[in-house]
């Protein structure tokens, strides 16, 4: 196989920062690839980079161990004194630096103010602003510039989700000799969305540059295709495939996985054992825990669950003494006002449940604004009997796959919005349309109500599927229809 260049908004490692040094354990940098161009009065030979968070690093990370593999990305910071390669923890690193201006039209504005929401199917008109497309614009130049410039010859590129869909047409111009991939993480959405967008055509002429576009499940390959074709941008060839400028460009569905083996192994050690029974014990012995673990996203649906949480308890179809809820909700683009306002509006609803169903020592819920280390979530996954998974839309949730990895003695109930990705792997769960809190209401009255023995069936066989669709075998699969 030759070269494989990653290509993510972001890097799989952070740059060190004084406020993470009690907390993490950094890697440093290898001196002798670092780029000494920062200029006299900066010393950057003590570098350090702590791992970053988030499904991709997850999934990618166990596929490419045995792969020559440069990872190009933003550090996640505006430093932009800082080197621009690196080696850390053996990861050939190529950094695009960002200023504080660019992270607002481009990260803030462009790709989580328009395209985010669009994506993701939101009804009400979606902001779009001039100013933060050139700015997405030049930085998706920015991106494109780099790889051509450190690419080996004849190089494999996989470029990666919504926030660079210019770049592989950007490459293809310079760069011809380069094999492209481009993956959309998120759903891609019905043309009745998407054709909203002035960009329209440069952002599916730029995806359109690869070789093979990958999407999480075949409605988002429809969903394309069909835009691809009304914008005359491309012909239809062999079904899915289309082409464009004279050349095939092949289109595919690739649901992602997760790292089954790590989830389940870790989940059966002493260690993850002791950690799930004590917190059960913690909660105060509940016949049931219900868990809800996301980004603090209004896409995941966690208004709908708190509510569906207190409309059983309000007519007391579960009682709070046999119940616990704990929700995650991990802090996410915390300077954008949507989130913003998602975050007050779920704090008020745990604070109306917590004050109205509560006993002195024993919260009926608990909600947890902050960011979990493995081994936490893999206590909490275990501890939990049933998993909520109630996304408005996503393109695959891994959250859910992860829950099931880690239920080796079959036990569990998962309930999953039919909207998300996984829907259409995990058809054993507890399928349930979000936007019906009568059903949402019903599938937690069931799970909690129904017996242990009932989730022994589902449950086994959607862990044989989650360990046969893993995200090695996911990125496997990708890389071999690339050549």
Request: hydrophobic share 40%; charged share 20%.
């Given at each position: 196989?030759?070269?494989?260049?990653?290509?993510?908004?972001?890097?799989?490692?952070?740059?060190?920062?004084?406020?993470?040094?009690?907390?993490?354990?950094?890697?440093?940098?290898?001196?002798?690839?670092?780029?000494?161009?920062?200029?006299?009065?900066?010393?950057?030979?003590?570098?350090?980079?702590?791992?970053?968070?988030?499904?991709?690093?997850?999934?990618?990370?166990?596929?490419?161990?045995?792969?020559?593999?440069?990872?190009?990305?933003?550090?996640?910071?505006?430093?932009?004194?800082?080197?621009?390669?690196?080696?850390?923890?053996?990861?050939?690193?190529?950094?695009?630096?960002?200023?504080?201006?660019?992270?607002?039209?481009?990260?803030?504005?462009?790709?989580?103010?328009?395209?985010?929401?669009?994506?993701?199917?939101?009804?009400?008109?979606?902001?779009?602003?001039?100013?933060?497309?050139?700015?997405?614009?030049?930085?998706?130049?920015?991106?494109?510039?780099?790889?051509?410039?450190?690419?080996?010859?004849?190089?494999?590129?996989?470029?990666?989700?919504?926030?660079?869909?210019?770049?592989?047409?950007?490459?293809?111009?310079?760069?011809?000799?380069?094999?492209?991939?481009?993956?959309?993480?998120?759903?891609?959405?019905?043309?009745?969305?998407?054709?909203?967008?002035?960009?329209?055509?440069?952002?599916?002429?730029?995806?359109?540059?690869?070789?093979?576009?990958?999407?999480?499940?075949?409605?988002?390959?429809?969903?394309?295709?069909?835009?691809?074709?009304?914008?005359?941008?491309?012909?239809?060839?062999?079904?899915?495939?289309?082409?464009?400028?004279?050349?095939?460009?092949?289109?595919?569905?690739?649901?992602?996985?997760?790292?089954?083996?790590?989830?389940?192994?870790?989940?059966?050690?002493?260690?993850?054992?002791?950690?799930?029974?004590?917190?059960?014990?913690?909660?105060?012995?509940?016949?049931?825990?219900?868990?809800?673990?996301?980004?603090?996203?209004?896409?995941?649906?966690?208004?709908?669950?708190?509510?569906?949480?207190?409309?059983?308890?309000?007519?007391?179809?579960?009682h709070p003494s046999q119940v616990a809820m704990v929700q995650v909700a991990e802090p996410s683009r915390d300077d954008v006002e949507a989130?913003?306002?998602?975050?007050?509006?779920?704090?008020?609803?745990?604070?109306?449940?917590?004050?109205?169903?509560?006993?002195?020592?024993?919260?009926?819920?608990?909600?947890?604004?902050?960011?979990?280390?493995?081994?936490?979530?893999?206590?909490?996954?275990?501890?939990?009997?049933?998993?909520?998974?109630?996304?408005?839309?996503?393109?695959?949730?891994?959250?859910?796959?992860?829950?099931?990895?880690?239920?080796?003695?079959?036990?569990?109930?998962?309930?999953?919005?039919?909207?998300?990705?996984?829907?259409?792997?995990?058809?054993?769960?507890?399928?349930?349309?979000?936007?019906?809190?009568?059903?949402?209401?019903?599938?937690?009255?069931?799970?909690?109500?129904?017996?242990?023995?009932?989730?022994?069936?589902?449950?086994?066989?959607?862990?044989?599927?989650?360990?046969?669709?893993?995200?090695?075998?996911?990125?496997?699969?990708?890389?071999?229809?690339?050549?």
């Open positions: 196989m030759p070269h494989l260049m990653v290509v993510a908004n972001r890097l799989p490692f952070r740059r060190l920062t004084p406020s993470d040094s009690a907390t993490t354990t950094p890697f440093s940098t290898s001196s002798s690839e670092r780029d000494t161009d920062s200029g006299p009065e900066t010393n950057f030979d003590d570098q350090e980079w702590v791992s970053s968070p988030g499904g991709l690093v997850a999934a990618l990370s166990p596929a490419l161990a045995d792969i020559s593999t440069t990872w190009v990305g933003w550090p996640g910071d505006v430093d932009t004194r800082g080197p621009n390669t690196a080696v850390v923890d053996d990861m050939q690193l190529v950094i695009v630096q960002l200023d504080e201006e660019e992270k607002r039209l481009h990260y803030n504005g462009m790709s989580n103010g328009t395209l985010w929401p669009l994506f993701h199917d939101k009804v009400a008109p979606v902001e779009i602003h001039r100013s933060w497309f050139e700015g997405y614009r030049r930085v998706n130049q920015r991106f494109a510039d780099r790889i051509c410039e450190v690419a080996p010859p004849n190089s494999a590129v996989w470029v990666h989700d919504y926030q660079l869909m210019l770049v592989p047409a950007m490459i293809r111009q310079h760069r011809p000799d380069l094999r492209l991939g481009f993956f959309l993480h998120t759903p891609f959405p019905p043309a009745e969305l998407f054709m909203q967008l002035p960009w329209r055509n440069q952002l599916i002429a730029g995806v359109l540059g690869s070789d093979l576009v990958g999407f999480q499940v075949r409605e988002h390959v429809n969903n394309f295709a069909r835009v691809a074709q009304q914008l005359e941008l491309a012909t239809s060839s062999k079904r899915p495939n289309l082409t464009h400028n004279g050349r095939e460009v092949q289109l595919k569905a690739f649901p992602i996985g997760t790292h089954f083996s790590r989830y389940d192994e870790a989940a059966r050690t002493p260690q993850v054992t002791e950690l799930a029974r004590d917190l059960r014990a913690r909660l105060g012995q509940p016949h049931t825990v219900l868990l809800g673990v996301d980004r603090l996203d209004y896409t995941k649906g966690i208004d709908v669950r708190l509510r569906a949480f207190r409309e059983l308890l309000d007519d007391g179809r579960i989130y913003v306002s998602l975050r007050s509006l779920v704090q008020q609803l745990v604070g109306e449940i917590m004050g109205d169903f509560s006993r002195l020592g024993f919260p009926v819920i608990h909600y947890l604004h902050q960011t979990h280390s493995f081994e936490e979530l893999l206590g909490l996954y275990r501890a939990a009997d049933v998993m909520l998974v109630t996304p408005f839309r996503d393109g695959m949730n891994l959250v859910a796959k992860e829950y099931v990895s880690t239920r080796y003695d079959d036990t569990g109930f998962l309930i999953l919005s039919e909207f998300a990705g996984a829907a259409t792997q995990l058809k054993q769960a507890n399928l349930i349309n979000p936007y019906d809190i009568k059903a949402v209401k019903a599938a937690i009255e069931h799970a909690v109500h129904a017996s242990p023995l009932d989730a022994h069936g589902p449950m086994r066989a959607m862990r044989r599927t989650v360990k046969k669709h893993d995200a090695v075998a996911w990125a496997q699969s990708f890389l071999d229809a690339m050549f």
